[in-house]
């Protein structure tokens, strides 16, 4: 009988020590969330969506990108002519 109330005595433990983990890891991800609310949130909201977005397109965003900025030198040079 020993062997089981050891063994209960352990589970318990064990269960204690997974909800204080469970508890510090929340504790710390509610600060960090509170601590990213500061002055720039919607900025770097904003910069997180566009970064999502543009992620799994690179090539064709850079190749997108490079158009535009052809685009602008040749309008520029039009307007110089």
């Not at 002055?39 to 997180?48: A, D, G, S, V, Y």
């Not at 970064?51 to 520029?76: D, K, P």
């Amino acid at each position: 009988m020993n062997a089981t109330h050891a063994q209960s005595a352990h589970r318990i433990s064990l269960s204690n020590e997974l909800v204080s983990s469970d508890f510090m890891a929340l504790a710390s991800h509610m600060t960090d969330c509170q601590r990213s609310r500061g002055r720039f949130f919607i900025l770097r909201t904003r910069l997180e969506s566009l970064h999502a977005l543009t992620a799994s397109r690179l090539v064709t965003t850079g190749a997108a990108l490079t158009l535009c900025s052809l685009a602008v030198v040749a309008l520029g040079l039009l307007t110089m002519a």
